[in-house]
């Protein structure tokens, strides 16, 4: 645990008295106004950053901050912040976030140890245009030559405090650095002008000989040797107290505060502009300015920064929604641009030129584009070989596909079997109605693969959804595919889902179909349970009239064979297999009264004899 700072102790000027002040308000209310004052808070320092001091908008903005921020001190005598990495919270609850390394406020402060930060009642408008000049000044310098908790300590202000632990660079960086070991040129140690204490010389005599304990000095060529291993140690071994992990995070942290492109620059700059433009002109202007930089950006590839942009323009626009109608218009547009051909192509060409090893940006980039992201992932998916995107794509779609499933058919193609496939499975995992009955676009495929994944998908729905649409199947011009079909409806439940089933088996062309299709045709007609189905298969063992006397002979087996099934009614079948039992033919014959012994129901003949 860390100790606190200077600046930790309560300004003179606090009444404790006042502090009770909170308790007449709703927590909900006061975290509000936190709210609020920090996101002005952020905004002003994104201002002063660009702006001179004098600047109408800077003065304009300080001053609103102000008024807010001296008011609630008014009421509630302190206020306490906690700094995250990417955060400000107020007793408990996070009411600022902003994870940009480069911007983020509460980074700044996280960055240099700092974990907490206190504005008392008795600040005014000086001591915060003070407070926010401190930070100008910090982001001017150049890096690595000042920190905001030193700032903080010289300035010392009264009503402004903070915490930092005295050892968080020793913990968190320097732990594990080796010692730096001076070597001693002892025959050098009388030469130069260095004025030693006695203090100083019964420690060179530690160092030295018995012999030689004068005082020396340590030769140049030495020190350039010991500012070597310095910057060594600095470099090698700044991140060795630290896990792989963690180096690799402090890293990029450091670089990404430290080192901006052109490209970035122009980028974050014109976007703190426009939050802060209101002159629809001007914005209308700095928004083009910031299409042609984004264009930039994704042609290099860079669309962890390109996703940033949209975020933050998605942002922008819902805090405008209720404020400016022309302002969140042309935002609109912002985002229809993206979704046209000269854009989508700018971005298919960097994905095939630039290496990506993540693809995650990218989703983030694409997110914004709606449902047209799902057309346009069709396209690239037969494009771009590449099996992470290919799988980070289906997983991309399976969220962006929900209340989008007419966008989705159109992306099953049949030249790309494979996302077809997983398109059908995912309208088959909605769980939709609607979804579910889009699988009939597949009825008309040549592909068979296609065709089968979407047969097994529907065989997994128990709704007569499902079953209408396999029973279209059933038409194909393939036979495992009319097989495959007939295996998966589960059980249709009335005569109309039934009927096209019948009229496959009443019409001349059954006897031409194999035994394997008729059989599973007629378990389908069995497993239904439907009396006009049953009825049907008692027909078609008993009488005769509707098929040559071979095929007729089969077709009766087939339907006895399926009453054998373990859903079919049993007390409906005893009766179709008495029938069955007394037919002319002998392999039927036997067939039903196998059956019937079997279930232990002797036949009518068998009760005869025994009597």
Not at 417 to 446: D, N, T
Not at 488 to 505: G, T
């Amino acid at each position: 645990m860390g100790n606190w700072t200077k600046n930790s102790s309560p300004p003179a000027t606090v009444n404790n008295s006042n502090n009770n002040q909170e308790g007449k308000k709703s927590k909900e209310e006061i975290a509000e106004k936190v709210k609020e004052i920090t996101a002005l808070l952020a905004k002003t320092v994104s201002l002063i950053k660009i702006f001179p001091p004098d600047h109408s908008s800077v003065k304009s903005f300080i001053h609103e901050l102000a008024e807010k921020m001296i008011k609630f001190l008014e009421e509630n005598w302190k206020l306490e912040l906690d700094v995250d990495e990417f955060s400000f919270s107020y007793q408990g609850k996070t009411v600022y976030q902003d994870e940009s390394f480069i911007k983020s406020l509460p980074f700044l402060f996280f960055k240099d140890g700092l974990q907490k930060l206190f504005f008392y009642k008795g600040l005014n408008y000086n001591q915060l245009q003070e407070f926010l000049g401190l930070i100008k000044k910090y982001y001017e310098s150049p890096p690595g030559e000042s920190d905001i908790v030193s700032l903080l300590w010289e300035k010392d202000f009264a009503h402004i405090r903070y915490f930092a632990p005295d050892d968080f660079l020793e913990t968190k960086i320097g732990a594990g650095k080796k010692p730096i070991e001076f070597k001693i040129e002892h025959h050098q140690l009388e030469t130069g002008s260095i004025a030693l204490t006695p203090e100083d010389r019964e420690e060179l005599k530690k160092l030295a000989s018995p012999v030689e304990t004068e005082a020396k000095t340590v030769s140049l060529e030495e020190k350039a040797q010991e500012e070597m291993e310095i910057k060594r140690l600095e470099s090698e071994e700044f991140y060795s107290s630290l896990s792989e992990k963690e180096n690799k995070k402090l890293k990029y942290m450091l670089e990404s505060n430290r080192q901006l492109s052109s490209e970035e620059e122009v980028a974050f700059l014109i976007l703190e502009i426009l939050s802060l433009e209101d002159d629809i002109q001007r914005f209308s202007a700095n928004l083009e300015a910031l299409e042609n930089t984004l264009k930039q950006i994704i042609q290099q590839g860079n669309f962890s920064l390109a996703s940033q942009i949209m975020s933050y323009i998605y942002e922008l626009r819902q805090d405008l929604q209720f404020q400016d109608k022309q302002r969140v218009n042309l935002l609109n547009g912002f985002f229809q641009n993206r979704k046209n051909k000269q854009s989508l192509d700018l971005v298919k060409d960097a994905l095939k030129k630039c290496y990506i090893t993540d693809f995650r940006p990218v989703f983030d980039y694409l997110k914004y584009l709606g449902s047209e992201a799902i057309l346009f992932l069709g396209q690239l998916y037969g494009e771009l070989k590449n099996p992470r995107f290919q799988k980070d794509a289906l997983n991309f779609l399976r969220v962006v596909a929900n209340k989008n499933w007419e966008k989705l058919i159109k992306i099953a193609d049949e030249d790309k079997p494979a996302l077809a496939q997983e398109v059908i499975a995912i309208l088959c995992s909605s769980g939709e109605k609607k979804a579910i009955q889009l699988l009939a676009h597949f009825i008309p495929y040549q592909n068979r693969a296609i065709k089968q994944a979407a047969i097994q998908a529907l065989g997994k729905i128990k709704e007569s959804t499902a079953s209408k649409i396999l029973i279209g199947f059933l038409a194909d011009k393939e036979e495992d595919i009319r097989i495959a079909a007939a295996e998966n409806i589960v059980s249709p439940p009335d005569d109309f889902l039934l009927k096209p089933v019948l009229n496959i088996i009443k019409h001349k062309s059954f006897k031409k179909r194999s035994r394997r299709e008729k059989q599973t045709l007629l378990n389908l007609l069995a497993r239904s349970r439907n009396k006009l189905a049953l009825k049907t298969i008692k027909e078609i063992i008993t009488k005769t009239g509707f098929f040559s006397f071979h095929k007729r002979v089969e077709n009766s087996l087939c339907a006895l064979k399926a009453l054998e099934q373990e859903t079919v009614d049993k007390t409906t079948v005893i009766d179709i297999l008495h029938r069955g039992a007394k037919s002319r033919h002998r392999q039927v014959k036997r067939l039903a009264l196998n059956m019937l012994e079997k279930m232990s129901f002797p036949s009518f003949d068998q009760k005869k004899s025994q009597g």
